[in-house]
């Protein structure tokens, strides 16, 4: 008998709606239920492609004992962290903060007003290395909650009590400066890997906010250690077993130092910023590798991402059917010699093993290897590469494949749009930019109501039930920025103006000009989340500042300005201390120390041959931040194209920075050498 999820449209819900727990959606109605049986609720928070949410969900939730247990004495409350990133941003704080970790799957224990009084992660079915069972536990609150109540409503109280005093301290909102900046590049530099790219020890997570920092310092400063980093870490990452050797894009992260073993789920956020991370590497350096890098990432997110609705599914599985029935981890990725033989008969395969890395005794599970390219030249011509990554990949293909979250994410979606707008455009593949045109075109359909509020996700072309949070606002604006100035259709810069004022109105604090992530009129929970770090993704916060501060850029107000200035405070706290954690604020200072440079690009036509030559090289400036709009003069489509005309009735580019603008050219290397940071 399906419980309340079977409603649902969010594919990890769906999930458990077979369960025999009755599980409940989040929802005032749940908390209602606790209150009148005079029961604890569990929460449980989690995703679709999460492997040990699989893991729990098989041992206890799929038990009919341990749903007996649950049933009787507890409301169960399932949360999708995707769909709801407050709730899971609030509880996650409080795990945190009560055991120093956190992680998914969540299991928190609440009284009926919501409030936190025990806190874990994954429980097993029976106690092992000193964790108690997930049955032990439920016996143990449970008891708590008959025997104890008041000292568990004085748990509960001191913990909200705690988090509303863990406000941040806000510096003193100004913008961060030179030395900020220079002081933030000296600790990467602390905790950078020389041998091995990347920061920090193992697992590795791919840095992708703090590589974009990294490229737009050295295109301010000159700073050749900083595009050192930035280009090693991309060659590290690329050549190791996170990123797909046959398919194109990136695994979440590698469990090792190595960039070897990666946690096979796919995510479109960590391949939408990757993606655009390599094409801004090339824009930098010419590195054929990052231009392959960036094509391929692009093309696997439209093949194997892409909604019938045009939009970008969230993810793809860690585990799929190894062929024998079981769901295993990565099995859609590894290969054995033998199997490598298979596909390819003795002697490529020989090669393929020497080139992909492939061992007898294998670099994961149970003798497999994950496809990797340790060695940098010379072993195969091009020919022979692609021959056999060709049948490599059509015999995977046969394969049982990945599950897939078909859940349209907006902020994720907007990500995949700034990056596929800007790689179509460099690569001269219009195909990626109708991909983000479609897209963007959703987004506005089905996701943006008559007021411009925004819907967090959709499915199957219906919008779900939950508002939009700071970051969908902020990214799906970065999204309709970057595809303002490729296309030169100033409509994307309206409606990015249209979301940037619900962050001015909804999401700032006319105090501070601290953001919060989510809007002053949302559902209240027992805190009003606010984080400026970067997780995943970029937060909210620096997104909205990176925004902000584009928007004022093409229209010169002053009140998005003045707000990605007040924004930006917080990095010139935190941006010394701890710049792993706010690469994307670290970012948008650059563009703040550099201008932004506004370029106006006029011609009679944008499709005029000489007008392209402009508006392509207007994009690949590598100036921090510039924004370029491009179109016909006396066009109202840009604020930037007023009094632009025609120099000798000539296409011409217009530069700006700072109330001063150079002298317009109509040549391409002049604008080349003007924007070349």
Known sequence: MPNRLAHETSPYLLQHADNPVDWWPWSSEAFEEARKRNVPVLLSVGYSSCHWCHVMAHESFEDEQTAEYLNAHYVSVKVDREERPDVDAVYMEAVQAATGQGGWPMTVFLTPDAEPFYFGTYFPPGPRQGMPSFRQVLQGVHQAWDERREEVAEVAGKIVRDLAGREISYGDAQIPGEEELAQALLGLTREYDPQRGGFGGAPKFPPSMVLEFLLRHHARTGAEGALQMAQDTCERMARGGMYDQLGGGFARYSVDRDWVVPHFEKMLYDNALLCRVYAHLWRS??????????????????????????????????????????????????????????????????????????????????????????????????????????????????????????????????????ALAETGAYFDRPDLVEAAVAAADLLVRLHLDEQARLTRTSKDGHAGANAGVLEDYADVAEGFLALASVTGEGVWLEFAGFLLDHVLARFTDPESGSLYDTAADAERLIRRPQDPTDNAAPSGWTAAANALLSYAAHTGSDPHRTAAERALGVVKALGPRVPRFIGWGLAAAEAVLDGPREVAVVGPALDDEGTRALHRTALLGTAPGAVVAAGVPGSEEFPLLADRPLVGGEPAAYVCRNFTCDAPTTEPDRLRTVLSG
């Open 285 to 418: 350096t010419g590195s054929e590798l990052a231009r392959r890098v960036a094509l391929e990432t692009a093309d696997f997110m439209v093949r194997e991402l892409r909604t019938n609705e045009g939009g970008f599914a969230s993810a793809l599985d860690a585990d799929s059917d190894d062929g024998t029935g079981r769901h295993v981890e990565g099995a859609y990725y590894v290969w054995t010699p033998e199997q490598l033989r298979e596909v390819l008969g003795e002697q490529d395969a020989e090669l393929a093993a020497r080139h992909f890395g492939v061992t007898e005794e294998g670099t994961f599970e149970e003798g497999a290897s994950v496809l990797q390219l340790p060695v940098r030249d010379g072993l195969l011509d091009a020919e022979k590469a692609a021959s056999i990554r060709q049948r490599l990949l059509a015999a995977r293909s046969e394969r049982p494949a990945p599950g897939r979250d078909d859940k349209v994410v907006a902020a994720w979606n907007g990500l995949a749009i700034a």
